[in-house]
């Protein structure tokens, strides 16, 4: 069987065409793409794609830990299925936004915990700049 439509089963969510193309494509991409976006891929390859289904996917997927939704300060959600803790680099010229494994941003959340006492549960972690692709360009 194909990884993704296990992973879906697995999450506990019937599989149908709509949401194995909807994950399919949050996991080949590196993009953190809005739902706007992901539909616009989608809409002429996948027969019965609409945005509302889109949406509703993308819900229930979070619901399920299949992806996790990130607000990078550009005024609409962005979607990655990477749902391991990890942090974001986000260019501030070209909007890109970029996966970051950095051990020291992975363990924050048990340094906080001690300092705070909270019990956590998750954190969103962005880093602002401007990309090496972008720095060249105003050379
Ligand atoms: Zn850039
Ligand atoms: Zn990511």
Redesign the pocket.
Known sequence: MNANVSKIKQAGLKVTPQRLAIYDYLVNT?C?PSADTIYKNLEETTPGMSLATVYKTLEAFKKNNLVIE?NAGDGFARY?A?TEN?S?IVCTNCGR?Y?LFLPETMNIREQISNLTNFKLNDERLIFYGVCPSCQADEE
Do not use: N
């Open positions: 590196d953190h990130l990655d990477i990890h974001h936004v996966d």
